[in-house]
């Protein structure tokens, strides 16, 4: 893959820059993907259930509000998600298990740990615009995650 600068300077004017709030914790340290999305507060539910059906390469972008006072994900659920085909995860919000994590091929970016895991209430929504970092991110936009940074398109990148 590509690295996130050689995106911005071959699509400039055609691609977002989230702003640079994000850490890489995964295994993985450049991924891409189509984008589903979940926006969820406190409540991983809707990521337990997507980590579960097949991934196809996408990438899952949570929108968790930016709260640092839960783990939207964990081990278990990063397991399923590698196991179904997932690229990686983009999280505004914490994680834990960052070791289990750091071992696993799969792509990672958090704001922050925290051993706390979340409630499961079931609350969340999947397939919605989000907001955060200072770009709006839509369902079927395309990310490129590395060291570098964050970018998403509206159209599939040459990656």
């Known amino acids: ?47 337990v259930e997507l980590a579960g059906k097949p991934g196809h390469s996408r990438v899952m972008v949570i929108d968790g509000g930016g709260s640092l006072r839960r783990a939207l994900l964990g081990d278990m659920t990063a397991a399923k998600a590698l196991a ?17 994590l750091g071992a696993m091929d799969l ?21 919605v615009a989000v907001t955060f970092a200072g770009v709006t991110i839509h369902p079927g936009d395309f990310i490129a995650c590395d060291n570098n940074g964050i970018v998403v398109s509206p159209i599939a990148l040459d990656v």
């Open 84 to 100: 179904n085909g997932w690229a990686g995860f983009v999280i505004y919000g914490s994680i834990r298990d960052v070791d289990e």
């Open 107 to 127: 792509g990672v970016q958090a704001l922050a740990t925290n051993p706390m895991k979340t409630e499961k209430k079931g609350i969340g929504e999947v397939d």
């Open 1 to 47: 893959m590509k690295s996130t600068p050689d995106l911005f300077d071959a699509y400039e004017g055609g691609i977002s820059v989230l702003e640079p709030l994000f850490t890489n914790y995964g295994g993985r340290e450049r991924f891409y993907g189509e984008v589903v999305t979940v926006k969820c507060f406190e409540d991983n539910s809707k990521v």
